[in-house]
Nanobody
Framework: QVQLVESGGGSVQAGGSLRLSCAAS????????MGWFRQAPGKEREFVAS???????YYADSVKGRFTISRDNAKNTVYLQMNSLKPEDTAGYYC???????????????????WGQGTQVTVSS
């Protein structure tokens, strides 16, 4: 079982940067694939980025070149470095984890078994 706690959200101006952290409990963190999703009020949950246990990463087209997902297994933490932020990035950001990985499924929230409570990111124009 895994518990996830996000931090690092806040309010920034367009073009600014934020670094989100997701601290995970569990003795097998290194075996989990991790993902970041976001959801704005009234909108559906949206895939942002994911990282496999071996370090391979995937990104939504909307954030490629601007966001970077990484993990530090020694700290049981996954990060999302967000640069060149845009107003459309405004959302609650959620960390997710799954022990199981299947090709092509990482963009679906239903593929993840554990979720954090979220951290808010607000980008002003």
């Amino acid at each position: 079982q895994v518990q996830l706690v996000e931090s690092g959200g806040g309010s920034v101006q367009a073009g600014g940067s934020l670094r989100l952290s997701c601290a995970a409990s569990g003795r097998t963190f290194s075996s989990y694939a991790m993902g970041w999703f976001r959801q704005a009020p009234g909108k559906e949950r949206e895939f942002v980025a994911s990282i496999r246990s071996g370090g391979i990463t995937y990104y939504a087209d909307s954030v490629k070149g601007r966001f970077t997902i990484s993990r530090d297994n020694a700290k049981n933490t996954v990060y999302l470095q967000m640069n060149s932020l845009k107003p459309e990035d405004t959302a609650g950001y959620y960390c997710a984890a799954t022990l199981y990985w299947r090709s092509g499924t990482y963009v679906y929230g239903s593929s993840y078994d554990y979720w954090g409570q979220g951290t808010q990111v607000t980008v002003s124009s």
